[in-house]
């Protein structure tokens, strides 16, 4: 297809007056309805002292997160989750990026592939942690059983948390190469061909080409990642339950604990407002890298 | 040589994922008194039993239907909604576009625990308890900002000269969207769509709060119900996550097939 | 699913959006015609007619009963399962109870839940259902958790408690010595033989259960008179030996820090255990065709620390009405159908519930069905209850904190405890 010459600029008037926010319309207020009120609610209470046994609800300000500074179980549970994130999210993208490029190549049978990777990812989390459970076992477990060892994969200080690292890898990089698989696609083949001309290696190639192209749709990836693993609750629920000596307690089981089973609604909502702030802080720092590659 | 070697990585590749799903399989065959012995590591003689009981006395098929309807209907919703406010977004060159894609970022950033509190009280308020509607709204809200953000992204790499090209040849915006971009971004569109559709069909918290029948209930809610008070019937939870997983594989099967050839994408791009 | 359907789903989510805003809730008007109540719980082990059996009863003798809440006489009772993981019906109960729902009338509610809920103020007062020359005919140690500041706040339903399964064979084996009565001698008879000592050593409530049947069969104690008592000489010997059990004696798989009743209970039931810490519950499924061990099991008291009684926790559900009921006096009658001797006494043949009343322990038919009734008898009556207090969850995070540190190495006994005492002196402190 041919380059259109030049756009007279009575279009771009065209293109204003269609009023883009008409078509923002629907989505803003879908999620408008659905999540002002809950998240708003949220941060209300994390300013209250509200005990639902014995139906306490006072506002006492910051007073929550003066607690948080001092809790060394939020702190524990802190290190947990930022060291559940980097590496699982690490891993994934790198395992997701290898696959994608795998799998991107022509071969027979390529659909085929493409469906079977999927088959983590469809898999129910809740499911798939009862099957990994089930898998880790450390007296009749599949694991152990090919390894020939005892490890006490779910229940020793040293091996659960890399062990529910190990189930998010399997679970999710198909999530990433999925994405990264669709995002190969848009880069034009002859990016390819002009660097084989130039006799670049396949490695320049990736650097040079790959790279840069799928950079945008790598850190979408890594923003919803991130704020994924940050937030990691099905998995370890399921596998651990925080165990063993709090070692797999994540920010959002911490969580989970003081809201549902402790019921102090004001503390447990200023954990999940202070993972709110963290994820939020995290994020930004990618959009702006994202900001200053499409610019 | 070298091509053994690449077929080697994909047959590697084809073990990790389906590895633990296999597992599975050979311990939803296996009779209830070998579920925990290895070895041996495979049944002697395979079993049906435990996907004869999951049918059995439990509305499974029901519950699959279930799920079926609420992820679909998310799916629709999330894209037909989602690729709109993409659109805009990324080819209508809408200001605050930034500020935008944040806000709706934002609202995936809480954790769903946090949550599902209020937005109870909003379904029940609606008297969309123990409806599928509760799930597909829920579902297609938190899907959202996902879908607009891997839409914008695809839709960034379709050149604005298409878009205009259309308007030139007298489409409206609507038109140029439906007509021109949204073709263009197949690939996009389907990879968002089976990332939605798996997010709903797999969601559990909000599925165990908003239900509590099976009119509503999903199969991760269902699958949870097959223990009782103290035991776990291992067997029927595996057989029944080889049967729910299947619908998923044959889905996207046939998806991935309709994207891969003759990519206007890339062509177009070039 | 048509376009009515659609169209309405659409309506009622717009309206949603603006009652929502305008902070108003309304429920459809009650229906004009007989009361139907709705009954929540875990699913039943075994057979589901059951219960259906026993609902169908129970409308059958209210069919000409007319109630304040309609004009129709009788009642109806749609009975919804739960998922049986307690904290998943944890969760449900307060996101429901907390909004003020009245789409439960009656629910199973667990023994450590009910002076929560009651002090939360989500449960009705249900005294004059069991007053207090009735309270007898129930062991002691249910109707002291379901009673709170002298009320009753829920009816006990069926009753578990701790203890120890052996295998006979072995011991027979062994020079016919008898179950261990004490945890030394427990710890030599497995170490000799050699074959494991099994329990629920994984990071949850079950964790605290095991725990405290140590640290009471010690003399030692969690509260006392309000008070902390935690870090004491006694729980700190208690704590070690557990954690001796697993590091120095090896009698108890270092896996024991994942497991729940379920594992346990396959381990034993594989042969590879000779001494097991469970429920009743076990006993069925070791018992039954096809069982390995089958034949080959006994059931008795848990043992104990020399010059101290053996000590099993209290487990079991009861029967709460939801405060917000809008049938409550049918709801009050429902309770008292089912925890009535003879609905106890159809649970008891069918699926092999404990009956709460004392008197069942005695009934030839239930006997026959459940041997194992008379040695449970003994064990149900010295059961205690975890400490009863509206806090006790937010004690026993504490403690299945520290005390599975202590299992896993992470703190040292006389570690964990310290920081349990302070924890829990804390915690009673904020919420004085």
Redesign the interface.
């Known amino acids: 297809m041919g380059r259109l010459v030049s756009i007279p600029s009575t279009w771009e008037l065209l293109v204003r007056d269609s009023r883009p926010a008409l078509f923002v319309l629907p989505a803003g207020l879908i999620i408008g309805a659905i999540t002002v009120y809950p998240i708003l609610y949220v941060l209300w209470l994390s300013l209250h002292e509200r005990l639902l046994i014995g139906n306490v609800s006072r506002f006492i300000g910051l007073e929550n997160f003066a607690r948080l500074w001092n809790d060394a179980r939020f702190w524990n549970a802190l290190g947990n989750t930022l060291y559940f994130t980097s590496v699982s999210v690490a891993l994934e993208v790198v395992l997701g990026l290898a696959i994608a490029m795998l799998l991107h190549r022509a071969f027979k049978g390529k659909g085929f592939m493409r469906a079977i990777v999927l088959i983590p990812w469809a898999i129910p989390t809740v499911v798939a942690a009862k099957m990994w459970e089930w898998m880790y076992n450390g007296d009749f477990g599949v694991f152990n059983y090919l390894l020939g060892a005892h490890i006490n994969w779910l229940g020793s200080a040293a091996w659960a948390l890399n062990a529910a690292i190990f189930l998010d890898v399997w679970k999710t990089t198909p999530f990433v190469a999925l994405l990264l698989m669709a995002g190969l696609h848009t880069i034009p083949k002859e990016l390819y061909q002009a660097a084989k001309v130039d006799g670049a290696s396949p490695w320049v190639t990736f650097l040079r080409v790959t790279l840069p192209l799928l950079r945008p749709l790598l850190l979408v990836v890594l923003i919803f990642r991130t704020i994924d693993a940050f937030r990691v609750f099905d998995t370890i629920y399921v596998l651990t339950g925080g165990g063993p000596g709090n070692t797999t307690e994540t920010l959002s089981i911490y969580a989970y604990k003081v809201l549902f089973q402790t019921l102090q609604f004001g503390y447990g909502s200023t954990l999940a407002v202070t993972v709110f702030f963290l994820v939020g802080l995290i994020t930004l720092v990618y959009v702006r890298a994202l900001r200053a590659g499409t610019t | 040589m070298k091509r053994a070697g690449?077929y080697l990585?994909?047959a590697l590749?084809?073990l990790?994922?389906?590895g633990?799903?296999l597992?599975?399989l050979i311990?939803s065959l296996k009779p209830a008194?070998e579920l925990?012995?290895?070895?041996p590591?495979l049944p002697a003689p395979p079993t049906g039993t435990h996907y004869v009981a999951i049918f059995e006395?439990y509305p499974f098929l029901r519950i699959i239907a279930n799920s079926a309807?609420v992820a679909a209907a998310s799916t629709l919703l999330a894209l037909?909604?989602?690729s709109?406010?993409a659109?805009?977004?990324a080819q209508?060159?809408?200001r605050g576009t930034?500020v935008?894609l944040?806000f709706?970022?934002?609202?995936?950033?809480?954790?769903?625990?946090?949550?599902?509190?209020?937005?109870?009280?909003?379904?029940?308020?609606?008297?969309?308890?123990d409806?599928?509607?509760a799930l597909?709204?829920?579902y297609?809200?938190f899907a959202?900002?996902?879908a607009?953000?891997?839409l914008t992204?695809?839709f960034?790499?379709i050149p604005r000269?298409i878009y205009?090209?259309a308007?030139?040849d007298g489409c409206?915006?609507?038109q140029a969207?439906y007509k021109v971009i949204l073709p263009l971004a197949a690939?996009?569109l389907?990879?968002t769509g089976?990332?939605v559709f798996?997010f709903a069909?797999?969601e559990?918290?909000y599925a165990?709060?908003f239900t509590?029948?099976t009119a509503s209930r999903t199969?991760?809610?269902g699958?949870?119900?097959f223990?009782?008070?103290?035991?776990?019937p291992?067997g029927e939870?595996?057989a029944?996550?080889v049967v729910?997983?299947i619908p998923?594989?044959v889905l996207?099967?046939a998806f991935?097939?309709r994207?891969?050839e003759g990519?206007t994408?890339?062509a177009?791009?070039? | 699913m048509g376009n009515k359907h659609l169209h309405n789903g659409l309506l009622a989510f717009i309206v949603a959006g603006c009652m929502a805003v305008a902070g108003c809730t309304k429920e459809p008007p009650p229906d004009p015609n007989t009361i139907t109540i709705t009954f929540k719980h875990s699913k039943l082990f075994g057979d589901p007619a059951a219960l259906q059996t026993l609902i169908k009863e129970f409308e059958r003798e209210h069919q000409g009963i007319v109630f304040h809440t309609s004009k129709e006489p009788g009642i109806r009772v749609k009975d919804e399962t739960l998922p049986s993981s307690s904290d998943e019906q944890h969760q449900f109960y307060v996101i429901n109870l907390e909004a003020g729902s009245s789409d439960f009338d009656v629910f199973a509610i667990d023994v450590i839940w009910v002076a929560e809920f009651a002090k939360a103020g989500w449960l009705r007062d249900l005294s004059k259902l069991l007053p207090a020359q009735d309270r007898e005919e129930f062991f002691r140690g249910p109707v002291e958790a379901v009673t709170l500041d002298d009320r009753v706040y829920a009816i006990p339903w069926f009753i578990d408690a701790g203890v120890l399964y052996y295998r006979k064979d072995l011991l027979a084996k062994y020079g016919g010595v008898p179950p261990p009565r004490t945890w030394g001698k427990l710890v030599r008879i497995a170490a000799d033989i050699p074959k494991h000592d099994i329990w629920q050593g994984k990071q949850y409530e079950g964790l605290v259960c095991n725990v405290l049947e140590y640290l009471w069969s010690s003399g030692g104690a969690v509260l006392e008179d309000g008070k902390v008592v935690i870090d004491s000489p006694e729980n700190r010997e208690a704590l070690k030996v557990m954690v001796d059990l697993v590091r120095t004696y090896r009698v108890t798989p270092d896996l024991v820090t994942t497991l729940t009743e379920e594992p346990s209970r396959e381990i034993f039931g594989r042969g590879k255990a000779i001494f097991m810490r469970n429920w009743p519950y076990a006993w069925r499924l070791l018992e039954q065709d096809g069982s390995p061990v089958k034949g080959k099991v006994g059931m008795t008291v848990l043992p104990h620390f020399p010059k101290h009684p053996s000590a099993a926790t209290l487990g079991g559900w009861q029967l709460a009405v939801n405060k917000n009921s809008k049938h409550p006096e049918a709801a009050e009658q429902f309770v008292a159908f089912m925890t009535s001797a003879k609905a106890q006494k159809h649970l008891g043949l069918t699926v092999g519930f404990q009956p709460t009343r004392k008197a069942l322990y005695e009934d030839a038919k239930l006997l026959a069905a459940q041997p194992a009734l008379a040695e449970l008898y003994k064990i149900f009556q010295r059961a205690r209850p975890r400490p009863v207090s509206p806090y006790y969850v937010l004690l026993s995070q504490a403690m299945q904190s520290e005390f599975s540190a202590a299992l896993a190495g992470v703190k040292t006994p006389e570690e964990a405890l310290s920081a349990l005492q302070s924890q829990m002196e804390q915690i009673l402190k904020r919420h004085k």
């Open positions: 690449f990585l994909l590749v084809a990790y994922c389906l633990p799903f597992w599975q311990t008194a925990t012995h290895l070895p590591l006395g309807i037909a909604v989602g709109l406010a659109f805009a977004l209508l060159r809408m930034m935008l944040t709706a970022l934002g609202i995936s950033m809480f954790p769903p625990i946090a949550t599902v509190s209020p937005l109870y009280l909003l379904i029940r308020a609606a008297h969309m308890r409806t599928l509607w597909i709204m829920t297609t809200t959202l900002p996902l607009i953000w891997v992204s695809f960034r790499g000269e205009l090209a308007r030139v409206t915006a609507l969207f690939p996009g389907a990879a089976i990332l798996i069909w797999n559990f918290l165990l709060t509590a029948t199969i991760p809610v699958i949870a119900l223990p009782g008070l103290h035991e776990v291992w939870i595996a029944a996550s729910v997983t998923v594989v996207a099967f991935q097939r994207i891969v990519l994408a890339g177009v791009k070039g």
